[in-house]
């Protein structure tokens, strides 16, 4: 059984936009920090950003001014809103939930999502 759940992704053109949501259960959602990865061909995975419990979010530099980590507490949904995307921002992206030693991005993963394809052409 699927722990998290994402969805959205696609493909679009440079400069354009992109949601991914990532559903998961509320044991889950209140117990780990949560956060994004992204993993292009030929490429380590690497992290995109994370949201702690407390709400506090961090993205990485290559993303920052562009991406947006946010949370639906209602619906236990975590999501990142991805504005002028670029062709170099192609990847699987994948949600992850785990721990976040001193900030908000996830170090220690514990459950991963099923990934999700995002295609961005020039």
């Known amino acids: 059984q699927a722990q998290l759940v994402q969805s959205g992704g696609g493909s679009v053109q440079a400069g354009g936009s992109l949601r991914l949501s990532c559903l998961t259960s509320?044991?889950?959602?209140?117990?780990?920090?949560m956060g994004w990865f992204r993993q292009a061909p030929g490429k380590e995975r690497e992290g995109v950003g994370g949201?702690?419990?407390?709400?506090?979010?961090s993205v990485a530099d290559s993303v920052k001014g562009r991406f947006t980590i946010s949370k639906d507490d209602a619906k236990n949904t975590l999501y990142l809103q991805m504005d002028s995307l670029q062709p170099e921002d192609t990847a699987m992206y994948y949600c992850?939930?785990?721990?976040?030693?001193?900030?908000?991005?996830?170090?220690?993963?514990?459950?991963w999502g099923q990934g999700t394809q995002v295609t961005v052409s020039s």
């Open positions: 992850a939930a785990g721990s976040c030693p001193g900030g908000s991005a996830v170090r220690s993963v514990n459950f």
């Open positions: 949201v702690h419990r407390d709400d506090r979010t």
């Open positions: 509320r044991a889950i959602y209140n117990g780990y920090c």
